[in-house]
């Protein structure tokens, strides 16, 4: 009787939400508690060779890579707390968005986008703990086309993707001989709805072939995760493994700035931990690694930005440069723009069955594994390489939990909630059409001197004309999709209800699907391009014009690459780490007179 009625299974479910709620701040308590005691370690009065700071898949890397040395001493500083092994079962990540655990930016109101959204803000989920936002993404993994970082350093002399791309990303995954050595596990899921195949037979029936999925080639292919036996997995964990004694990590400590002699030489870093401050000095070098905010945000508070706009603060400029520009996202749109005839296999009833757990704990598999995306697809147009859309496709929506928590996260407010998904009979399902090289450009610039206040983070979402045609394609291509043999077996619909705020317009005309992008305007939560290569760093990751301070993280990307990023922002840290070390990488065997390193191509 129970067992067949919705209404029961959202009950359990919030009553659940709400316990892991508890859950989480134990959990967050407890480590703070644990952080109170080793306060009693005298790590501060040591001298390090190099202060990494932050955690996240970037930070873990370097951190673990310039420790291989064990001469060298390594400190890495997290503002989170460490969190526990129950946080890795991956479908939790969606508990830990507005958590504890979650720094919870929003972006500033958009003025092209995010109309329909509550206050017109997009929310941005960044992890705070001991992994960094890999602790609550997606798992995807793709390294993103050739191309991409061809086009990163258009501007160096003999870059070859084989020899400065490719060995960087063979290092960080694991294969059958690197178990220990390398930084992250790549995987296939473990665990698919019983939709999963109509998908791929419709990217199929699209024309488009399979694809191996991490390339970004055009096709489709079931997703790669960063997995390790059905446990989500980051750069982190494997750091954790292999720690030894001259890798010293320490976590509720927020880096307020770093310490810079005659202006341009960073000797240390001012933190504070349970409301004390300390100085802690590195004499070979300061990494940032705090991410596509937290990076900026700390030059900036250094003095290291655009100089009217730390004028303005009354932070005195040491360094004009263009810190906290360039910021780019892989916008989208389009959840739950499909119903179903039938649900797939993989709803509340089978996250919330003791089965489900059971599976997860004994044998790594199941639902508790999912992903969420079950299958990518890449599509370039005729004359292109690049491909230029993504699809996402999760066999379910936000109306999945019947609007109980899932539209917080994204920011439905209770007007678009009653106004469109209440109103969707039967399931839903999403393909996400994503822009995967916008146009538009926006900027992370601070509110205060506090280092606690959040900076003002505006995306400018859709600024550019370019953006709201990709995703218009995006949305053709999603009917196209619709039109498959297999998606009709499923009895897939474009979802009929108008978008609130739309209402005016006709259905399924140009006009129409332009009201409703900038309505419903999402994040994919990709951001990049705030300390930028070229432009804030250089081919050495050292901030321009000092000396021993490197940034090494999402907001070295120049611009985003053609899928999803923290596998190209690993390649990145392996590349910086191998830098770092040796003073030169991979290419510099091949040296030319515009070589950041020319003195030291002799050192392999
Ligand atoms: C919901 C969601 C889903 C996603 N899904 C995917 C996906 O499926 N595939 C994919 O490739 N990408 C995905 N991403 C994006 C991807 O996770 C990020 O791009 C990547 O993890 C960023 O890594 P990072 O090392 O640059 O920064 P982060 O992982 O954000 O690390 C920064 C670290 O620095 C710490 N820090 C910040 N400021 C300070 C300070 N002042 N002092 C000390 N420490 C500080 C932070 O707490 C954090 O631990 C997703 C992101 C989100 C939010
Ligand atoms: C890049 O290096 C590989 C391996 O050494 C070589 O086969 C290839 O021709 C090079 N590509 C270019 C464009 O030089
Ligand atoms: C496994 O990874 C190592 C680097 O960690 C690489 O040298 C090796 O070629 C890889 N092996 C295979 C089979 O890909
Ligand atoms: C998937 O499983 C669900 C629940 O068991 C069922 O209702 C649905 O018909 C199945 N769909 C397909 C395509 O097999
Ligand atoms: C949903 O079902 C109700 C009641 O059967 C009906 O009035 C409504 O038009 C349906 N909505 C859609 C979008 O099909």
Redesign the pocket.
């Known amino acids: 009787m129970c067992c067949s009625n919705p209404a029961f299974y959202i009950s359990v479910y919030v009553l659940a939400v709400n316990l892991f709620g508890l859950y989480l701040r134990f959990v967050y308590f407890h480590n703070y508690f644990e952080c109170f005691a080793c306060r009693e370690l005298d790590f501060k009065d040591q001298a390090y060779d190099y202060i990494v700071v932050g955690s996240g898949s970037a930070g873990s890397i370097v951190a673990r890579r310039l420790a291989e040395n064990p001469s060298v001493k390594v400190l890495l500083i997290e503002a989170g707390a460490s969190g526990n092994g129950i946080l890795q079962i991956p479908t939790v990540s969606l508990m830990l968005q507005d958590s504890v655990f979650d720094w919870q930016y929003r972006t500033v109101p958009q003025k092209h986008a995010c109309l329909g959204l509550d206050k017109k803000v997009s929310h941005w989920p960044m992890g705070k703990i001991l992994g960094g936002t890999a602790m609550l993404n997606n798992m995807i993994y793709v390294r993103g086309h050739p191309q991409d970082f061809a086009e990163w350093y258009k501007d160096s002399c003999n870059f070859n993707y084989t020899i400065d791309v490719l060995?960087y990303f063979?290092?960080?995954?694991s294969?059958?001989?690197?178990k220990h050595?390398?930084s992250v596990f790549v995987e296939d899921m473990p665990f698919k709805s019983n939709l999963s195949d109509y998908f791929l037979q419709a990217g199929l029936c699209l024309g488009f072939g399979l694809s191996d999925g991490v390339n970004s080639e055009p096709g489709f292919s079931a997703t790669k995760v960063t997995m390790r036996n059905g446990q989500r997995w980051t750069p982190y964990h494997q750091l954790e493994k292999t720690k030894k004694r001259n890798l010293v990590v320490i976590t509720n400590s927020l880096v307020e700035k770093v310490l810079l002699k005659s202006n341009y030489e960073a000797y240390g870093v001012k933190y504070t931990h349970l409301d004390e401050t300390y100085y802690v000095r590195a004499t070979k070098g300061v990494i940032l690694s705090a991410g596509v905010i937290g990076s900026p945000k700390i030059l900036m508070l250094s003095g290291i930005g655009p100089k009217k706009h730390l004028e303005k603060l009354k932070i005195a400029p040491r360094l004009d440069l263009p810190v906290g520009e360039n910021l780019q996202d892989h916008v989208t749109t389009g959840l739950d723009l499909i119903t179903l005839e039938a649900p797939p296999d993989m709803g509340l009833q089978q996250m919330l069955s003791p089965w489900s757990a059971s599976r997860y704990f004994l044998w790594g598999e199941g639902p508790w594994t999912s992903p969420g995306c079950e299958s990518v697809g890449f599509f370039n147009s005729e004359d292109e390489k690049i491909p230029e859309l993504q699809f996402m496709i999760l066999p379910y929506g936000a109306a999945i939990d019947g609007g109980s928590y899932l539209r917080g996260l994204v920011g439905i407010g209770e007007r678009l909630w009653e106004g469109y998904f209440r109103r969707v009979n039967g399931s839903t399902m999403t393909v996400l059409p994503v822009v995967l090289h916008p146009k538009s450009r926006g900027t992370v610039r601070l509110k205060s001197k506090d280092p606690r206040t959040p900076p003002l983070i505006d995306p400018n979402y859709l600024a550019e004309g370019y953006d709201v045609d990709i995703l218009l394609e995006g949305i053709e291509l999603v009917k196209e999709f619709l039109e498959t043999p297999p998606m009709r077996r499923l009895g897939a619909k474009l979802n009929a209800v108008k978008f609130p705020g739309c209402e005016g317009l006709e259905f399924d005309t140009r006009p129409y699907w332009v009201c409703y992008v900038r309505h419903f305007t999402l994040s994919s939560y990709h951001p990049v391009g705030t300390c930028a290569l070229g432009r804030v760093i250089d081919e050495g990751f050292q901030v321009k014009g000092t000396n021993k301070l490197y940034v090494v993280d999402g907001s070295v990307l120049p611009s985003l690459p053609s899928g999803n990023p923290q596998g190209a922002i690993m390649m990145m840290a392996e590349r910086a780490a191998e830098i770092i070390k040796h003073h030169c990488w991979l290419s510099q065997r091949r040296c030319c007179s515009s070589d950041v390193f020319q003195d030291q191509c002799s050192c392999y």
């Open positions: 060995p063979k290092k960080l995954e294969n059958e001989t690197n050595k390398c």
